[in-house]
């Protein structure tokens, strides 16, 4: 696939993008997953630890969700 037509379909589906992306933070950060939530080796790893990732992916799946569902019924 080239560039034009990724960009082409999310373009057109990119309600439906936005949703799965949420989806897998929030099951990500329900689940604990390790490439999503370990801090160690990340460049602000002092700053936040594991428990605060796990909550800023879990709001930012929810908001991710709410938004996609909004527009996709307007």
């Known amino acids: 696939m080239n560039a034009e037509k990724i960009t082409a379909?999310?373009?057109e589906?990119?309600?439906a993008v936005t949703l799965i992306?949420?989806?897998v933070l929030l099951i990500g950060a329900?689940?604990?997953w390790n490439w999503l939530c370990d801090?160690?080796?990340k460049p602000?790893?002092?700053r936040y630890?594991?428990?605060s990732r796990r909550v800023i992916f879990f709001l930012?799946?929810?908001v991710l969700i709410v938004v996609s569902i909004m527009f996709w019924l307007l």
């Open 44 to 46: 602000d790893s002092h």
């Open 39 to 41: 801090p160690t080796g």
């Open 21 to 23: 992306i949420g989806i």
């Open 60 to 62: 930012l799946g929810i």
């Open 30 to 32: 329900i689940m604990n």
């Open 13 to 15: 589906n990119h309600n």
């Open 9 to 11: 379909f999310l373009q």
């Open 49 to 51: 630890g594991r428990g």
